[in-house]
């Protein structure tokens, strides 16, 4: 009797861990109303890479820049609805920066023409994601979905939750910290950077201002980057293969040659150091912890249930 309460309140505490963390998001949640919806993502993403591969990684931004923002609520997608909210597309870490939103509207197209009103743009986001991440070499895994999409975006939120590029470790340890990731969660989300582009404004403090930084990679940026002008000039977040998902972006890290002050950090002898040359010594593990990462992140507050809505285009409320 006494036993057999005690594991009902154990069975029901662990029945509430799990609706808080998880929320009701599952693999299968479409496969009713919309068998297709895996096959119509990666179909899109894939000819979308093809035309331009940045772009897979411009969706993985995209991704982290909603799911750190009031969860993963497709909330960055909307544009301006002015006076009821101004859209986090012109919140500072995402101005004139943010991109790949018409890879996702072609998905929703698709998506509409197939299952009217059925699948959420933060869930086509989350699945944009993983298949843009495998398109470019990277670890695959099992996306959950059922999320619904916010009837109202926070650019304010957008500015104060995601971290600048100008942060040390102490400010990157925290800010993750506030969203439940651990130091090491940041480290392997922060490989993301082994894909993609950045502007010389906002690398070049860091390049003209900073010492950690190894001479040789020094004198190439600083042809793309100058002192002053230039601002949108672009360079690889990791200059080897930025079209290419993988730990060479801690390898460049070891050798100093990360692009942002927030990539650097990770490794400057501060207490981040093993974790980079752990995954700069170990592919596999850094896919693995990678992976898990991102499916964490895709856990990020959903709207779930009979809250949000299902939107007809990605960028507007209904
Ligand atoms: C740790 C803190 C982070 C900071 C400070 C940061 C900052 C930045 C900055 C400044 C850029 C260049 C933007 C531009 O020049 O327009 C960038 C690009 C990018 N970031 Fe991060 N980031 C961080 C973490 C992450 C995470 C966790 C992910 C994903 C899991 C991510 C994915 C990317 C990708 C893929 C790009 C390239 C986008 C493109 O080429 O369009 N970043 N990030
Ligand atoms: C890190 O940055 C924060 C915020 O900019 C600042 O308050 C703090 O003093 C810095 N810490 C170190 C160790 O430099
Ligand atoms: C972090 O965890 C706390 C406690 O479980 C929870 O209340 C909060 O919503 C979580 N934050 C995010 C961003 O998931
Ligand atoms: C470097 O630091 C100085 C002094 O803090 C500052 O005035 C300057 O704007 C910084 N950036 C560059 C690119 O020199």
Known sequence: ???????????????????????QLSSTYYDGTCPTV??????????????????????????FHDCFVNGCDGGLLLDDNLPAFESE???????????GFEVIDKIK????NVCKGVVSCADILAIATRDSVVELGGPS???????????????QAADTDLPPFSANLTLLINMFQ??????????????AHSIGMARCTTFRDHLYNNTNLDPIATTDLKANCPQSGGDDNLVGLDHQSPNRFGNNYFQGLMKKRGLLNSDQVLFNAGSTDDVVR?????????????ASAMVKMGNMNPLTGSNGEIRTNCRKIN
Request: charged share 25%; hydrophobic share 50%; aromatic share 8%.
């Open 1 to 23: 009797m006494a036993a057999n309460l005690k594991f009902l309140i154990v069975v029901a505490a662990a029945a509430a861990t799990v609706s808080v963390s998880d929320a």
């Open 38 to 63: 895996f096959d119509m993502v990666k179909s899109v993403v894939r000819s979308a890479i093809n035309r331009e591969k940045r772009v897979g990684a411009s969706i993985v931004r995209l991704f």
């Open 89 to 99: 597309k012109n919140a500072l870490p995402n101005k004139n920066s943010a991109r």
């Open 109 to 112: 197209a698709a998506t509409e």
């Open 141 to 155: 895994w099992q996306v959950l979905v059922g999320r619904r999409d916010a009837r109202t975006a926070n650019k």
């Open 178 to 191: 506030q969203k439940n990731f651990t130091a090491r969660e940041l480290v392997a989300l922060s490989g």
């Open 278 to 290: 752990t995954y700069g010594d170990n592919a596999q593990m850094f896919s693995d912890e990678f």
